[in-house]
């Protein structure tokens, strides 16, 4: 999979599939992407090959009070991924896929805040916040993350 920003000084290719994908509604997506939820995939960062450019780290706060870091095109100031539990993941946002239309969330998150237009299939995991990544994502995806981890110390 390949994508980037819109004037595409900044393009990337993942290097392999998703752990997985997340559609987040909290307040603090709803509020950086100016819609009702993000669609994110979560993955290595060392499996986002840059192709062009060299997106730009945004420190923004979020209403946890905590820091969450978005790196966007310095020309356009898209938002391509974004960092938020630690250097050795990527939240990519699945809008800036050349082929968005091929990616269906795996999980849905923070629902407790998600717009009431919006519905769920009633097959499709969903937490009022968050969950243990140990009870949904596949085994070969939970081994990804701990080499990641692994190497990343």
């Known amino acids: 999979m390949e994508g ?3 004037c595409g000084a900044v393009r990337y ?3 392999s ?3 997985i994908v997340h559609c987040c509604h909290c307040l603090n997506c709803q509020r950086q992407t100016g819609a009702a939820f993000a669609i994110n995939l979560v993955i290595e960062a060392d499996r986002v090959e840059l192709l062009a450019g060299e997106p730009q780290p945004v420190d923004v706060p979020r209403d946890d009070g905590s820091m969450q870091r978005i790196f966007r095109c310095p020309g356009c ?3 391509v991924y974004s ?3 630690g250097p050795e993941f990527r939240f990519v946002r699945a809008g800036t896929l050349d082929e968005p239309r ?3 969330p795996d999980v849905h998150i923070f629902t407790k805040s998600k717009v ?3 519905v769920i299939p009633e097959s499709m995991p969903t937490f009022d916040v968050f969950y243990d990544r140990k ?3 596949p085994a070969a995806s939970l081994e990804r993350a701990a080499a990641a981890v692994a190497g990343a110390s």
């Open 4 to 6: 980037g920003c819109s």
């Open 116 to 118: 009431d237009w919006v």
């Open 83 to 85: 960092e938020y539990a």
């Open 17 to 19: 599939e998703p752990l």
């Open 135 to 137: 009870t949904l994502w």
């Open 13 to 15: 290719r993942l290097a």
């Open 77 to 79: 100031r898209v938002a």
């Open 102 to 104: 091929g990616i269906t």
